[in-house]
């Protein structure tokens, strides 16, 4: 299959393709170990993990926002959030503006689990950045948001303004 991509064009092989998927589901996993050993301690999840990574970025966020982040039923965000909540890791607020919305925030324990969490993927992070190099963290990440769904760019466009 060629595709073109600016002046090249490039040939990928459905033998290519495969090998970059189950490059993919691998690298998840590495990804994903650090904190699955932390948290598997405290019986949270994956999904506690998400909650808190986005609450952590965007303090103050939405329930319906944080919702709309990661792609689950609500029922399923009340039961992270409920336990999150009861165990002292985050606050929930009532709207100033709209007393119905429910502000998300980490509280300092939340804070400190959040820090475990993400130090132990940035390291894993930087030492593969540090063997890829400059050009293919950049290609990396080219590739992750061609990805993305358009919808879901957006909001990874938005949540980056927001830090710069």
Known sequence: MAERTGEKLLYLTDEQLRQGIEAMFFAYRGFTADP??????????????????????????????????????????????????????????????????????LTDDGLALEARLSDAQRIRMRDAYRTAGPEAVAGFRQVLEAMMDPEMRAAYTRLRETKE
């Open 36 to 105: 699955d050993r932390i948290l598997q301690d405290m019986a949270y999840g994956r999904a506690h993990h998400r909650a808190i990574h986005f609450i952590k970025a965007q303090p103050g966020l939405t329930v319906n926002a944080l919702l709309t982040i990661l792609g689950v039923t609500k029922q399923s965000l009340n039961r992270v959030l409920r336990t999150l909540i009861e165990d002292g890791l985050v606050e929930s607020v009532v709207g100033r503006k709209d007393r119905r919305e429910r502000h998300l925030h």
